[in-house]
């Protein structure tokens, strides 16, 4: 399947989800104020984010306005561009530039790191570049031999220490490994770090001081990963996170598996940082890059 089908597939929980919440809205016949406070709870219940929700109704009631539209069937495609308007960036993906390019994964446990990290490794061999994996995440039990599977899987190299050591001392060993070696792609596991975990938070900083003072010529980019199905804790992740970090894209994850699907519109308003992938199943092959358009499309088809 193509990206749309996979992604049709994978939002079916979603789909349903807003159908159930929203079909009966625009059938109403006449807007009147009840329908726009019942969009506005709909929103809020899609797990949209309740700052999202108030500015899309009120976008959707200066729009009909504007218009001067009267049926509520008018509402849905409406509503759809706007959505696709928050969503839509110039930054889906990632092309590698030329050089050391090396990506930062953070977000908290579970929210699938490592796997993603096996995944965009894929990715970039199938394209002919040259990988290779540090695991930095050295608190977590097996993280590192979780790591080393996707690297065995996958056939690229990977950094690792023993369980407890040094997270910066293994970005800086793969940095030196990775001009040594003319790596195209150093993807660098952290630990799931949590918001009130202020040691792991510092570890983060020190990991990116290290890179910019032992590699400050490469392509740095920061990825938030998150996991679909947390709905609007999502979107707090995606602050605190963001605050901690210069975030360059957002991954969301198990996007298949959930109903919730509908926080991606409230975390791309409200942290102003492009979604470039999406996880729409657990094959190797499921990790997507985003498309806004398709995603609405699917949503709402």
Request: charged content about 25%.
């Amino acid at each position: 399947m193509g990206f749309f089908e996979k992604l049709q597939a994978g939002l079916t929980k979603t789909k349903k989800s807003w159908s159930d919440k929203l079909g009966g809205i625009f059938s109403y016949g006449k807007i009147d104020e009840d329908i726009y406070e019942e969009l506005e709870d709909a929103l809020i219940s899609a797990d949209c984010g309740v700052e999202t929700s108030l500015f899309l109704t009120e976008q959707l009631r200066a729009e009909v306005k504007a218009q001067k539209i009267s049926d509520s069937a008018a509402l849905q495609p409406l509503l759809e561009k706007q959505i696709a308007e928050i969503l839509c960036s110039n930054e889906y993906g990632l092309t590698l530039e030329e050089g050391l390019n090396i990506i930062v994964m953070i977000g908290v446990n579970g929210a699938g790191k490592t796997t993603t990290v096996g995944k965009l490794a894929h990715k970039y061999r199938a394209e002919g570049k040259k990988v290779l994996l540090a695991a930095a995440d050295t608190f977590r039990a097996a993280a590192s031999e979780q790591l080393s599977v996707w690297a065995q899987r996958n056939n690229v190299d990977i950094i690792e220490q023993a369980q407890g050591a040094d997270p910066g001392a293994v970005v800086y060993d793969a940095i030196h490994a990775s001009k040594a070696r003319k790596i195209d792609l150093l993807l660098i596991d952290t630990a799931g770090r949590l918001q009130n975990k202020s040691n792991l938070m510092e570890e983060l900083k020190k990991i990116f001081r290290i890179i910019e003072r032992e590699a400050p010529e490469a392509h740095l980019h920061t990825f938030l990963v998150l996991d679909g199905g947390t709905g609007q804790n999502a979107i707090q992740q995606a602050k605190l996170f963001g605050a901690a970090a210069q975030l360059t894209g957002l991954i969301l994850t198990k996007l298949d598996g959930t109903s919730k699907g509908g926080a991606i519109i409230g975390i791309c308003r409200e942290s102003s940082v492009p979604i470039r992938f999406v996880g729409v199943g657990e094959g190797i092959d499921d990790l997507q890059e985003f498309n806004a358009p398709d995603f609405v499309k699917a949503m709402f088809e």
